[in-house]
Every structure is written in structure tokens, then in C-alpha cells.
């Protein structure tokens, strides 16, 4: 009875000091301190700093997409412009197409015939006065062959140019057919070609000639004939001779070379009504001596193909209309419209020239036309020799 008693007080003790615990506990919460205006002031401030710095990142984000939208924007003006500019180039275009493109129809001249419509300037070639063109060739050929300008020094000097005259190389000609034809008549009886001996006008002997055989061309070249024989199987000796001779003097003349390029250095303005040649002050080189500057023609001495060149720069608000002449007719020509910026053009062609033939450039006729030059060398013609008519 004791013991439980014990127990009994025991556990009273354990409650009651359990519960003075609690109630301590509950009294020292209660007396926790409550935050000052300071602390609070400084986490206000806080939140109004850290809400600022975002603020000012979006005003920098809203800003950058202004900038972008106001671009965007521009670039859209600009692209509407173009294509404003476009639509109207494709309908200027389309109304040139539609009306036959009757740019070149009156010859570079307005509606009252005279010359000077920037916007019809193409048809000038065409419309050449070819009687004046002869008459200017004619008048610049009875010129002089030393035709120089005041003050310049010739150039046209080739020290290594050798000139044979003509009667020089026919001489040598017969001498070397002298010289070889025995030979060959000699080698062609061997070989059973009927070779005729010559006495006089109408005599002639067969030296050798088998009856079977027919030689239809003696093997030297004709340029381009039949030899001239007596019938159907007899080669004289004559023949034999003048085939070796023309033979020889082919081979000297295709040997020959022939090439030019010159410059002019000033300017040429147009007149209207009257076409110009287009004359050059420097020769940078002139193999064959063919090209006369003072006259600006060139004129063939040995036929054959050629190749001819000419670059022009126009002078400032003035078309280029420059024509290669053949003679008296355009092969080519080259022209270019009207502009304030620094135009050049280029044309070209290859010719089949026979001996006398002359090349040469022309300015059309027109006050709108005019080339500019000066020692920055722009404007230049060049020809040369492709192919001799020998070989």
C-alpha cells in the first residue's frame, strides 16, 4: 500500500512540474519584441530599389522594340519607293515595246528632222549620209601621208620593219624558181607527170608523159585557180616555173606582220550634219606601218583576216556614237546614252580585208555626240593581223 501511494506522489510531482514548464514558456513568448520603424523603413526601401532596377530594365526592353519598330518602318518606305520606282521603269519599258521600239526610226533627229532628241539617238548609223562619208574618205586620202598635229612627236618609227619592193621580190622570185625548177620538173618525170616543154608561143615537146595517168592539179598551191594547161594532161614548164615563183613570194608575205594601237589625248566634240573621222595623237605601236594618226585610218597592205578594237569614254552630258568603218560603210558601232557620270564602251569585230582596204572610226553627226580625252589615254583603237590570205 505504501509503494503505490509512492507512485502516486510521484507522478503529482512529474504533472506539476510539467505544467509550470508550459507556463513558463507561454509567459516568454508573450514578451517577444515587436520590429522597429527603422528595420521597417529599410526593408520598404529595399523592395523600392529592387522594383526600380525592373522598371528600368523594361523602359530599356520598351525602348530597344521602339527603336526596331521605327526601322522596320523605314526600311518599309524605302522597299514601297523602289518599287514605285520598279513599276514605273517596267512601264516605261513596256510602252517602248509596245510601240515597235522606235528609238532609232528618225535617226537621232526630233520630230523636226534636226539632231539633238537625247531619247533617239540609236538609229543614227542607219541614217548616214553615205555621199558625205565617200567625199570625207576621199579628202583625208589626197591628204598628205605625213599628216601630223603641230607640236607632236612622231612615233610612228619601227626600226625592225624591213619593206621589200615589189619588183625586188619578183626578182628574187624568178631566181629561186630558176633555182629549183629543174629540180622539180626533173622529180615529177620520175614520178611519171607529164611535163611539156615550152619552144615559143605554140610549140611544144612532152618530155614525159605515160598515157595512163592524169594528174588533175600540179602540186603547188594556185591560190585558189586552176593551172593554166594546154589540155586536160599537159603542165608546161612555165607552169612549173611561175607555180615555184608565186609559191615563194606567198611564203615572204605571209612572214609579214601588221598590228597597231593608237590614243587620242583630246577631245572631239560632234557637229550636227556632219560626220567626223576620229583622229589620234600617239601610236604605242604600229608593225607594218598600216595606221596613219594624223589621218586615223588604217589601210591593209596584206589581205587577210583582221581583228579591230576601239574604247571610248564619253564627255559629260554628251552621248557616244562612234561607227568602224569599212571603207565607206559601218561595220560596227557603239553608242551610249547621255550622262553626267564618266561612261567608257568597248566594241569590237574581225574584218576580211583585201589590199587597199581601209578602216577607220567615225563620230556620228550630231551636236549631242562628243568623246573625251586627255593624258590619262581613254580612248584607244587597236587592229592587228589574225590570219594572212597567203597561207
Known sequence: MYAKL????????????????????????????????SETNSELRAQYDELSSRFDILQRQLDSALATINRLSQNLVTLEERDAEQTRLLSSVEERLGEGCTCGDNGGRDNSGQPGNRNNMDGWVGQLDREAVRDMRQNFNRRPSADKNAGEEETDEDDN???????????????????MAPRVIEKAGRSGVSIVRSHGVNKTEQISAPE???PSRFPFRTGGKQLTVRNKREITENDVYTQIEDTFTDLVKSNKKCAFSAIRT????????EPQAITFQKNMANKGKS??????????KIPGIYYFSYTMRSYDEKHIGVALMLNDSPVV???????????M????SQLQLVEGDQV?????????????????NYNTFNGYLLYPNYI
Open 6 to 37: 509512492s507512485i502516486a506522489i510521484v507522478l503529482v510531482v512529474v504533472l506539476s512540474s510539467a505544467d509550470g514548464v508550459r507556463s513558463r514558456r507561454l509567459r516568454n513568448r508573450g514578451r517577444e519584441p515587436t520590429p522597429s520603424a
Open 161 to 179: 620593219e624591213v619593206d621589200i619592193n615589189p619588183g625586188v621580190l619578183d626578182a628574187i622570185g624568178k631566181t629561186f624558181a630558176d633555182m
Open 212 to 214: 595512163d595517168i592524169r
Open 266 to 273: 583630246i577631245p572631239l566634240l560632234g557637229v550636227s550634219g
Open 291 to 300: 595606221f596613219e594618226r594624223g589621218k586615223g585610218v588604217f589601210t591593209c
Open 333 to 343: 558601232a557603239l553608242t551610249t546614252d547621255a550622262s553626267v557620270r564618266k561612261v
Open 345 to 348: 564602251q568597248t566594241q569590237s
Open 360 to 376: 577607220w572610226l567615225l563620230l556620228g553627226p550630231s551636236s549631242e555626240f562628243g568623246v573625251y580625252g586627255n593624258d590619262f
